[in-house]
């Protein structure tokens, strides 16, 4: 029935190619949600996205906004819809094929490039703001040989969208906490510049990137009135030799809060959701990919890969519990729907297994390892 529901959005017509230069679409999408352990067996209604992106030879641009609700995990607000943020918008101008820049809600460029993994739930470096962020700013884009070299100057986080919660964006950031996050800290990030440069290469048969980024921001707590800083920097690398695929990033974050008391923490939010992240520490990640070849099913399927990612918070403070996060799964195109299905597994992770959604990010959650099955299908036009 879940194909079924889908298919009956799959017609060509729902796709408005405005011009030569303005496309208009977006996306349905479901999720399945089996956790045993927790008696949950959910299928539901996932995200509504609306998009148009535009691309002409000097001036180009995008913009994404998301709808969310009522279904699960949103089943505590009242209609489809009363959760809903802008991923994406802004505007460029592209000087020529190697340079350009963005202004707007746009891509934060740090570390691997868009994603840190090939799965569809994303790694640990989401939640630690990270990975897959965007925020309101200017980037400056430039290859040179072999370089991509990028420069962005954020002077704030998305603006708000509409939610129960104060972390109501697409990007998980620096957030106020919520007064039901205990040991919440109320801080605002400002000023967030960042410069990113890699490289691309062949060694031994793979073709890849490997790069270095570093970021700087304010953190200006409303408590205190002061300002405090955060740092982060990280390596990675990014390969394919055939059909396998390999990404591998380091990342080191450090944040110096000016919280009125306890500075091991600080709060982010997204999603509906604020939550207490640890202030310092070391983020690994790894993925493995194979991309296989060919149609099955009659030629209904395609684009078929298998994944494995694993990801680890190793925080400074001996106290705390590390975050840890791993994922089987395979993704692939059944004519019109993208598909994604996997196995996830947390240990002190706050979306994963039930763990303490508030503080597994900082001190601890569930010290154990907890799993479920995860399925989306999604419809994008």
């Not at 962005?152 to 990007?171: D, F, L």
């Amino acid at each position: 029935m879940l194909f079924l529901l889908l298919s009956g959005f799959c017609a060509e017509a729902l796709a408005v190619k405005v011009s030569d230069n303005l496309d208009l679409g977006g996306a349905v999408r479901m999720r399945i949600d089996n956790d045993t352990s927790r008696g949950i067996h959910n299928v539901s209604l996932d995200t509504v996205m609306l998009r148009a992106t535009y691309d002409s030879d000097s001036w180009i641009g995008a913009a994404r906004y998301r709808f969310y609700g009522k279904e699960y995990p949103y089943q505590y607000v009242r209609r489809f819809g009363d959760i809903q943020f802008a991923e994406y918008a802004w505007i460029g101008y592209r000087f020529d094929p190697k340079r350009q820049w963005q202004i707007g809600l746009n891509q934060v460029p740090f570390g691997l490039q868009p994603y840190y993994s090939s799965t569809f739930y994303g790694t640990l470096g989401n939640i630690l703001g990270l990975e897959d962020t965007w925020e309101l700013g200017a980037k400056y884009i430039q290859d040179v040989d072999d370089w991509n070299l990028q420069f962005g100057y954020y002077a704030w986080t998305a603006w708000p969208g509409r939610g129960t919660s104060n972390g109501t964006t697409y990007s998980i950031v620096v957030t106020p906490a919520d007064s039901g996050v205990a040991g919440g800290s109320q801080n605002d990030e400002r000023g967030l510049a960042i410069a990113r440069a890699a490289r691309t290469f062949e060694l031994g048969g793979w073709n890849g990137e490997a790069g270095i980024s570093m970021m700087n921001s304010t953190l200006h707590n409303r408590d205190t009135h002061r300002n405090g800083r955060r740092v982060a920097y990280a390596l990675h690398y990014a390969g394919i030799h055939g059909p396998w695929g390999v990404k591998l990033q380091y990342a080191r974050q450090q944040m110096l809060p000016q919280n009125p008391s306890d500075n091991h923490s600080v709060s982010f939010g997204g999603y509906d959701g604020t939550f207490n992240v640890a202030s310092r520490g070391n983020f690994y990640t790894g993925d493995l990919s194979y991309a296989l070849p060919g149609t099955y099913v009659g030629g209904w399927m395609s684009g078929m890969k298998v994944y494995a990612n694993y990801g680890l918070y190793d925080k400074s403070y001996s106290a705390f519990r590390n975050s840890q996060r791993f994922i089987l799964g395979t993704s692939f195109s059944l004519k019109k729907l993208w598909i994604a299905v996997e196995w996830l597994n947390g240990r002190n992770d706050p979306y994963l297994g039930g763990s303490s959604y508030t503080q597994s990010a900082a001190a601890r959650g569930t010290d154990s390892w907890k799993g479920q099955i995860y399925m989306n299908v999604g419809y994008y036009f």
